[in-house]
């Protein structure tokens, strides 16, 4: 899973995609996630790193991922590949 | 240094606004010196009459109905007093007679425009938009023109509804059945004449794009545009600008299969595939050619240096992400100035 090309991400967590003048806000968190997407990290290497930092089950972590991840896509702010 | 006269239609910055307040704002923004503005107006309640830091002096004008001769007698009555060197024509209704008497504006008057030829400004009318789309390999809605309710209501049930009722000139209406489309179908013949079109209604974002061609079939400046807030009659109230170079490829398709002069605006709807179908093609600026200027590209100014023959270079960058968001404001207006121009016909 990539971010796609040209998405703008602001410090404060503002996601713009100049491609279709869609604006995001997202959290601490979900910003910490598209990072990590941008440095090529797995999903699995993004779940490890989320287990080793945080205090949360697995199971409710990759569910959580799993609509994270479905939304970025639904916004064309990430593609699989 | 001399004083460039520029006088321009389109002061009517209503719900459903003129370009002129705009365009006024780009040439006072831009590179050419010593400007003086000069509104020229159908109706004394145009708000840009009274806008006296962007509007120097207006001045009422007959309506399109009147015809040609009735506008260049106007337009010389008011180039004795104001010694016009360029007009800017913002209506699509008046642009029938601005080309008409262009010509005769230059060469009797030494007045400049800078406008499209018949041939070029009738390819892209509503009626034949979907022929000549189909020649530049630009995919439009089905559109079908009709001349009567008898012929729509046929024309209607082959397109299948819902479906666009829109006007010759301006305005358009969702019908989703065919009293609807009845009661549209009167309401625009009434307002802007025959024909009405049906149009094939494509699901998506509408996206627009504002340009300058330079008459040969070169775009001199292109900025596309996303409808963020959309007012209940259709016009953006808030937009961005985009990055989409596909968008500007149709777009400078269209202007250079079209060998556009002037300025105008194309309507697309972006498909959620991806695909892009034209809708329109206005040939004049959009009310929100402001955002052009805000974004890098002075299409105003640029139109104004065609038209007195300078050289102008095509202008190809511009700031993605950048908005405008409309706003009403209440102009106090003293009834001395109203009566004035009831009266007297400037102010």
Known sequence: ?81 | MKTLNIALTGLNNIDSPGPGVPVARALRAGGLKHVRIIGLAYDNLEPGLYMHDLIDRSYQIPYPSAGSEALFNRLKAIHDIEAIDVVIPNFDAELHNFMRISDRLKSELGIHSFLPDHDSFEMRQKSVLAEWGEKLGIKVPTTKPAFSWSEARQMASELGYPLMVKGKYYDAFTAHDADQAAAYFYKLSAKWGLPVLLQQIVKGTEVNVTALGDGTGGCIGAVPMRKMYITDKGKAWAGITLQDDRLLEIARTAINGSRWRGGCELEFIKTHDDQYYLIEMNPRFPAWVYLAVGSGQNHPEALVRLALGESVGPMTRYEVGKMFVRYSYDQIVDLKEYEHINTHGWL
């Open chain 1, 1 to 81: 899973m990539k971010v796609n090309k040209n998405i703008a991400i602001s410090e404060s967590g503002f996601i713009f995609n100049p491609g279709t003048g869609d604006s995001f806000s997202t959290n601490a968190m979900g910003q910490e996630i598209i990072r990590m997407l941008n440095e090529g990290k797995t999903r699995e290497e993004i779940t490890d790193f989320i287990l080793s930092r945080y205090e949360v089950e697995k199971g409710i972590l990759e569910k959580d991922l799993g609509d994270y991840f479905f939304m970025l896509g639904t916004y064309h702010i990430v593609q699989n590949g």
